[in-house]
């Protein structure tokens, strides 16, 4: 995504920057409460309000204002996210997700989403090399989601991938085995193609 939005401004694109669980400051309190591995008991439920809770203070603080000033926004995760992890992972009503989505969002839908796909396992050695990290560096313990069990993270690819077969029109996905370089130039070349046809 840094890459992505360092060649959009190098292109002179007007880039709003996001990302979810977060956004913005209340939107961070909400991350905070989401992602601390302290919270294991948070219900489904409570989970899937707060994402959308999150979602609709960054729809109405940040993405609405700059999509009415031109710029274009790119997020890193939006609904198809809770749809995944939330719908598929956790095994709640899809039906409820989208009635929640269209709450929270009024309208605001993503023109294109980009999947990095990679296997499982190396998903997970990543996330988990990139929480020690973070920890190395007293940053804040965001650690819940990559703790749940391989099953949870299994339906989660899986729904992925059925995402993009289903709606393949607004769905691209990039294989995420490659170097960052390689996956870089893909993603660069499917924006740039969405936005010559703008």
């Known amino acids: 995504m840094r890459k992505l939005i360092d060649r959009m401004r190098h292109a002179f694109y007007d880039v709003h920057e996001s990302a979810e669980p977060g956004g913005t400051p209340i939107g961070m309190q ?3 409460i989401l992602l601390d591995s302290a919270n294991q008991e948070l219900s489904p439920t409570a989970e899937l309000l707060l994402y959308f809770a999150g979602r609709a203070q960054n729809i109405d603080q940040w993405i609405k204002p700059a999509i009415a000033e031109g710029r274009i926004v790119i997020s890193d995760r939006f609904t198809d996210s ?14 409820m997700i989208l009635q929640l989505h269209e709450i929270a969002c009024r309208g605001v839908n ?6 990095i796909d990679i296997d499982l396992e190396t998903s997970l050695a990543r996330a988990k090399k990139r929480n020690k990290v973070l920890s190395d560096q007293n940053q804040p313990d965001e650690t819940r989601m ?30 995420g085995r490659r170097s960052i370089d390689a996956i870089s130039d893909d993603v660069w070349d499917t924006v740039r193609r969405r936005l010559l046809v703008r």
């Open 110 to 115: 993503p023109d294109l989403t980009i999947i």
């Open 30 to 32: 909400v991350r905070r």
């Open 146 to 175: 990559d703790e749940q069990a391989v099953d949870f993270h299994r339906r989660a690819r899986d729904a992925y991938a059925e995402l993009a077969k289903k709606e393949s029109g607004r769905i691209a996905v990039i294989d």
């Open 82 to 95: 809770t749809l995944v992890y939330q719908g598929a992972g956790r095994g709640l009503s899809t039906e």
